[in-house]
């Protein structure tokens, strides 16, 4: 009788490596992990400190309000005032005034802004189009110009005694002051135009230039004329370039500064607060920075709840299509 020998044993080396268990992010996971958060921490930081940071200091000083009491000689004593600043921002009649100022040229210029930065941007997209560097080049000049220089160039051309516009109105019989209080708001939304105008082209542009063109051609075998197709075919493929052009120029018309304050120059008539920053800027040089923290937030929560109602709008008509 013969006996049979014992099977092999199976090499350890080939034993299957025991899986991590279950809701438990193996080794290699944490250790890329790791990795991830230790390139996003200098992110992190600067986000904390220039962003996070500043918007809760703000939030923190629109709570309080500083007091003086007798003749103001001594140091003013700072309060808990909870809403009430907020209460007295949205009381005042200045404020309030800035505030609907701002949403009236937003109202007006932002879709003649993006209107024609459509049409420049379709213009350059056609083939007869000659020049088409130069009329590109030519178009965001503008915008590469520094917003303070262009204010100032502006305020030579409406400024009464300078003005050659003004001057060939008075040379048909007609008096036009650009600098009186009707005038204003036209003035600066055209400033605004004119220094935008290029910027949201070349957006708009770029998004032109990522269509097929074999769409276009399609298109135009079928017999479709040139405004057809851009019409029917570009509008809407560049709607996301047109959504966020709108957005950038609603945060953008709620920031409005620069052109008021060059313009107060030739304008004296023109208020120290104007626009709600301007607003904000006169209560810090008064000293009342718990006031201009709060007309900041105000402000913001305005831009954040305009921008934000824009996009779901759109998202909502983009559903309904």
């Not at 268990?21 to 992190?44: C, D, E, I, K, Q």
């Not at 209560?283 to 006031?291: H, I, K, L, Q």
């Amino acid at each position: 009788m013969t006996l049979s020998a014992p099977a092999a044993a199976t090499p350890l080396a080939s034993a299957p490596r025991p899986a991590a268990p279950p809701g438990r992010p193996s080794r290699h996971n944490r250790r890329r992990a790791r990795t991830a958060w230790l390139f996003l921490l200098p992110f992190a930081a600067l986000f904390m400190c220039l962003y996070l940071a500043p918007i809760g200091y703000t939030l923190f000083e629109s709570l309080y309000e500083q007091q003086r009491s007798g003749l103001g000689l001594t140091e003013p004593t700072t309060s808990f005032a909870g809403l009430g600043n907020y209460l007295t921002a949205l009381g005042d009649e200045a404020f309030r005034g800035s505030l609907l100022r701002v949403l009236l040229i937003g109202a007006v210029q932002v879709p003649v802004m993006l209107g024609l930065a459509l049409g420049l941007a379709l213009l350059l997209d056609a083939r007869q189009t000659l020049f088409k560097r130069f009329f590109r080049l030519a178009y965001f000049l503008p915008y590469a110009l520094p917003g303070v220089i262009g204010a100032i160039m502006w305020s030579f051309l409406v400024a009464p005694r300078l003005s050659p516009i003004s001057a060939a109105a008075d040379s048909l019989g007609l008096h036009l002051d650009l600098t009186s209080d009707g005038m204003l708001a036209p003035v600066i939304g055209n400033m605004l135009t004119w220094g935008w105008t290029g910027y949201n082209m070349l957006i708009i542009y770029a998004a032109l230039q990522a269509i097929p063109a074999e769409l276009s051609e399609a298109a135009r075998m079928d017999g479709c004329s040139a405004f057809a197709i851009a019409w029917r075919i570009k509008v809407p493929m560049v709607r996301p370039a047109l959504v966020l052009t709108t957005v950038f120029s609603i945060i953008g018309t709620a920031q409005l500064y620069n052109e008021p304050a060059i313009l107060h120059n030739v304008a004296p008539n023109l208020s120290s607060d104007y626009t709600p920053i301007s607003a904000a800027y006169a209560a810090v040089n008064s000293g009342d920075f718990n006031y201009a923290a709060t007309q900041s937030v105000i402000l913001a929560l305005l831009t954040l709840v305009l921008s934000f109602g824009f996009l779901k709008f759109v998202q909502r008509r983009g559903a309904a299509l």
